[in-house]
């Protein structure tokens, strides 16, 4: 049974950089199958996809948020991380990591529980 | 605005049929996935791909597409289908993913 867990400050200061990894367990994140991502939700409102990436580091982007935006991967420790720069309280979100299958046929199709990071002085 | 739509809420009545729709660009080359979210879980995958079904989920979950848009068909629908509901595809230049703004299922 595959697990994902987000870990992390819950707290940020505004114009600091956001700092996440999530530890897969019960699966290798080196497998060619899988990407591995990061989505988030604002309170109140509806999904964001921020990006994922391949054990090999291929990685790709929301548009939105690539000027911002940095995800990793370390393959040691079977975790995988993200950073984004310069927040605002509009990154105030619950944070999920996730894995990713399939090209035309993608699905998200395990998810963390989720991580809330509050941007706030 | 976001590149995929969604309707902000819709409403069905116990045991009914009921159709979710998006609308992308980019549903006219990828299909889209759907997810049920409860409040306070993770969203959780419910149709992928042309027609599939994850294990575990109830046969009455159904998906389809024509053209720029996606379906999700509930039928026989359950309390326990109340949520929101949302679609994902690929953005227009086919390297992102992007979320529609989810509908609110309301089970009368």
């Known amino acids: 049974q595959l697990q994902l867990q987000e870990s992390g400050p819950g707290l940020v200061k505004p114009l600091e950089t956001l700092s996440l990894t999530c530890t897969v367990s019960?699966?290798?994140?080196?497998?060619?199958?899988?990407?591995w991502g990061w989505i988030r939700q604002p309170p109140g409102k509806g999904l964001e996809w921020i990006g994922s990436?391949?054990?090999?580091?291929?990685?790709y982007y929301n548009p939105s948020l690539k000027s911002r935006l940095t995800i990793s991967v370390d393959t040691p420790k079977n975790q995988f991380s993200l950073k984004l720069s310069s927040v605002t309280a509009a990154d105030t979100a619950v944070y999920y990591c996730?894995?990713?299958?399939?090209?035309?046929?993608?699905?998200?199709?395990?998810w963390g529980q989720g991580t809330l990071v509050t941007v706030s002085s | 605005s976001s590149e995929v739509t969604q309707d902000p809420a819709v409403s069905v009545a116990l045991g009914q049929t009921v159709r979710i729709t998006c609308q992308g660009d980019g549903l006219t080359t990828y299909y889209a996935s759907w997810y049920q979210q409860k409040p306070g879980q993770a969203p959780l995958l419910v149709i992928y791909g042309k027609n599939n079904r994850p294990s575990g989920i109830p046969d009455r979950f159904s998906g389809s597409s024509s053209g720029n848009t996606a379906s999700l068909t509930i039928t026989g629908a359950q309390a326990e289908d109340e949520a929101d509901y949302y679609c994902n595809s690929r953005g227009s230049s086919g390297n992102y993913m992007v979320f529609g703004g989810g509908t609110k299922l309301t089970v009368l």
């Open positions: 019960g699966g290798s994140i080196s497998s060619s199958s899988y990407y």
């Open positions: 996730a894995r990713e299958e399939g090209v035309h046929e993608h699905r998200i199709d395990d």
């Open positions: 990436i391949h054990y090999t580091g291929n990685s």
